[in-house]
T-cell receptor
Framework: QKEVEQNSGPLSVPEGAIASLNCTYS??????FFWYRQYSGKSPELIMF????GDKEDGRFTAQLNKASQYVSLLIRDSQPSDSATYLC????????????FGRGTSLIVHP | NAGVTQTPKFQVLKTGQSMTLQCAQD?????MYWYRQDPGMGLRLIYY???????DKGEVPNGYNVSRLNKREFSLRLESAAPSQTSVYFC????????????FGSGTRLTVV
């Protein structure tokens, strides 16, 4: 089992819809969870981080964490074509260095 | 506020040549990292420096060396480049390891022929 798994996509949604991106992880002791956005040919950019079970909202973005089920999600409301990018999930390892492990990313396409 | 600055942006090397990728951050971050990103492989950690004066191996350290020159600068050296090191390299920094997310540099696209 990969440490951090994401569906590679592409996930295609119409403009204005809710995009739902999912990530599962294997380390039960993980405490910190991050979502990054990466446009083609650019570097990753931090969108959100979440530490506690439940939802965390920032503008059109909502991160959802369920530690019991070991998944973290990112919802993008009112999706725009400018949201088209690859979204990377990162999960900190428990114990030791706490270096995050990155998933391979989900490609999102928002079509007009 | 420049954030994380990487140089060069592009480089072509011949097999066996050496080079150093430079990275500097102006955010007073303690931790710095070098990643490589390959199609289908995601981001893989090469080396990291939790704080000034320390460096540690990541997932794929073979063929690379690093130097944390001071709190701002963290360089990555390829001593004898191989075609397998063709990749996009990202430097990143964080205020404190394990707690906050990363700020990434713009990347170096390296081709080894």
């Amino acid at each position: 089992q990969k440490e951090v798994e994401q569906n590679s996509g592409p996930l295609s949604v119409p403009e204005g819809a809710i995009a739902s991106l999912n990530c599962t992880y294997s380390d039960r002791g993980s405490q910190s969870f991050f979502w990054y956005r990466q446009y083609s040919g650019k570097s990753p950019e931090l969108i959100m981080f979440i530490y506690s079970n439940g939802d965390k909202e920032d503008g059109r973005f909502t991160a959802q964490l369920n530690k019991a089920s070991q998944y973290v999600s990112l919802l993008i409301r009112d999706s725009q074509p400018s949201d088209s990018a690859t979204y990377l999930c990162a999960v900190n390892k428990s114990g030791g260095s706490y270096i995050p492990t990155f998933g391979r990313g989900t490609s999102l396409i928002v079509h007009p | 506020n420049a954030g994380v600055t990487q140089t060069p942006k592009f480089q072509v090397l011949k097999t066996g040549q050496s080079m150093t990728l430079q990275c500097a951050q102006d955010m007073n971050h303690n931790s710095m990292y070098w990643y490589r990103q390959d199609p289908g492989m995601g981001l893989r950690l090469i080396y990291y420096s939790a704080s000034e004066g320390t460096t540690d191996k990541g997932e794929v350290p073979n063929g690379y060396n690093v130097s944390r020159l001071n709190k701002r600068e963290f360089s990555l050296r390829l001593e004898s480049a191989a075609p397998s090191q063709t990749s996009v390299y990202f430097c990143a920094s964080s205020e404190r390891q394990g707690v906050y997310g990363y700020t990434f540099g713009s990347g170096t696209r390296l081709t080894v022929v």
